[in-house]
């Protein structure tokens, strides 16, 4: 889990992400002080202002599990942000905010949420959708086209797709995309100083100029300006 408290105003960024994640804000102004939602995948980058006093705490949904713990589809809560209460029941979603409002330390929160999630799991429907499997996918789509990894696994195209649009909401191309996006952004992040022809050949891109296109497409700026923002990404 991540926790991301914000002591003053700021402009923020949203990394997009392939997984299914659960998010709960601490904030004074919101009613009851604490609310829980749903992030579907996003293909984009979200620029936003998160205001002064808010503590943000991020989970993602391992591949896969986001049928079992919420009850419908990746594909269902794609792009979307959707309230905890429409998919677990305002009951339910009650009971872990008052639990959740009656502690001031995030990670005792995060323990709080994730007891709730293993609640959740333990009576929701399987998906049947393997996350070991998907793992094997995207580390075979980082070289090879969706078909090859597919006859590796040993299944067909047409369901290893569809079991990614189950537990992502998206096809394996456009998450083995974001999980490059995902891995470029770490190697610039860890190095001091920065060779983007290197970062594109570790990250998986075809070359420097693939990888300064899709940035584009993905955070509608270049490499270089998307570096100045990384400091106050979440």
């Not at 959707?82 to 872990?96: F, I, K, S, T």
Request: glycine share 8%; aromatic share 4%; with cysteine.
């Amino acid at each position: 889990m991540r926790v991301d408290v914000c002591g003053r105003a700021l402009a923020r960024i949203a990394v997009p992400s392939a997984d299914v994640r659960l998010i709960v804000r601490f904030d004074p102004a919101l009613p009851g002080h604490v609310d829980v939602h749903a992030i579907g995948a996003r293909d984009r980058i979200h620029r936003k202002r998160i205001p002064g006093g808010r503590t943000v705490l991020l989970a993602a949904l391992r591949p896969g599990a986001c049928e079992t713990v919420l009850g419908v589809p990746a594909s269902a809560v794609r792009g979307r942000t959707v309230p905890l209460e429409d998919l677990w029941g305002r009951e339910a979603v009650q009971r872990l905010r008052g639990d959740i409002a009656e502690t001031r330390d995030p990670r005792a929160a995060a323990t709080l949420l994730e007891r709730a999630i293993v609640r959740q799991a333990a009576h929701g429907r399987s998906s049947g959708v393997c996350g070991r499997r998907l793992q094997q996918a995207l580390q075979g789509l980082q070289n090879a086209k969706v078909g090859v990894a597919a006859r590796t696994l040993g299944v067909s195209e047409r369901q290893l797709r569809r079991q990614f649009q189950d537990a992502f909401g998206m096809g394996p191309k456009a998450v083995a995309r974001l999980q490059r996006f995902e891995r470029a952004l770490h190697a610039v992040r860890a190095c001091d100083a920065i060779r983007w022809s290197e970062i594109a050949a570790d990250a998986g891109y075809y070359d420097q100029a693939h990888l300064i296109a899709e940035f584009r497409a993905i955070a509608g700026v270049t490499p270089g300006r998307l570096l100045a923002e990384l400091p106050h990404a979440v």
